[in-house]
């Protein structure tokens, strides 16, 4: 589901290397109003969307939802361990309290998928066939596994949030080169919270009420700021380029249809 170098994706996007939720929408037929937007360069050019549409403090009381999945000094402040997103053109961070390794590998590259000792090994592999393969970096940080997906948005659909939720905490943050970005946070089978940072305002917006967590970000840093909201919700680190080889983490290969 990536479209590139001249290919049209079904949402009328031209010259995308990044797979989108909306391009699998558009194939469904359900493409959205902002399916035609003009795609920009990452990170946005001065005086691009990003920048026009900072999001005021909300006025709407926060969400009856516990603070935080972590312990209650985890409340990180800054997103500066997160400045790596900006360079980053597309990706989805996973995070499932108490899920192991095996379980989340299976989950999202299936069984049998190729192992790699390194990142660079892994984008090789890649490029071999870049439209439908991608690799993924599973491990745990915390008490939760997380999973890195590179350039690509399972983490970030419902039905994924729904399943790994059941009888525990999901949370996750996707964004891609045009802008596409979505925050989930599922408990027990049930998404509480979902949105896209340049959906919701000072009103209000999204799946579920705000959570206590979502005060003070105003969206101007993104991707950073979704990054930072994730290791608000869940307690861990900010999600940074370390993960990619923590001990016990495992790069693996994913083939998507499409």
Do not use: H
Not at 40 to 62: A, C, I, K, T, V
Not at 67 to 85: K, Q
Not at 191 to 212: T, Y
């Amino acid at each position: 589901m990536q479209w590139g170098s001249g290919r049209e994706a079904p949402c009328g996007w031209s010259d995308c290397s990044s797979p989108c939720r909306r391009s699998a929408d558009a194939a469904a037929g359900t493409t959205s109003s902002r399916a035609r937007r003009p795609v920009e360069p990452w990170p946005p050019r001065r005086g691009s969307r990003r920048r026009l549409r900072p999001n005021p403090p909300s006025d709407e009381p926060p969400s009856d939802e516990p603070p935080s999945d972590g312990p209650p000094s985890a409340d990180p402040t800054s997103a500066g361990p997160a400045d790596w997103s900006l360079e980053n053109n597309a990706a989805t961070i996973t995070l499932v309290k108490g899920a192991d390794v095996e379980s989340l590998v299976t989950e999202f590259a299936g069984s049998g998928a190729p192992r790699f000792r390194s990142v660079e090994q892994a984008v090789r592999w890649t490029d071999g066939d870049p439209y439908r393969r991608g690799w993924v970096v599973v491990g745990q940080i915390d008490g939760w596994g997380y999973v890195w997906e590179d350039n690509y948005f399972l983490g970030s659909t419902d039905t994924t949030a729904t399943r790994l939720s059941d009888g525990t905490t999901f949370a996750s943050f996707f964004w891609n080169v045009n802008l596409d970005m979505r925050f989930t946070l599922a408990r027990s089978g049930r998404i509480v919270r979902a949105f896209d940072p340049f959906e919701v305002d000072a009103q209000g917006g999204g799946l579920g009420r705000r959570l206590p967590q979502e005060r003070g970000l105003t969206w101007e840093n993104v991707p950073p700021d979704g990054l930072l909201l994730l290791a608000r919700v869940t307690g861990t680190p900010v999600a940074d380029e370390t993960w990619l080889e923590r001990p016990g983490s495992v790069i693996v290969g994913a083939t998507r249809e499409g």
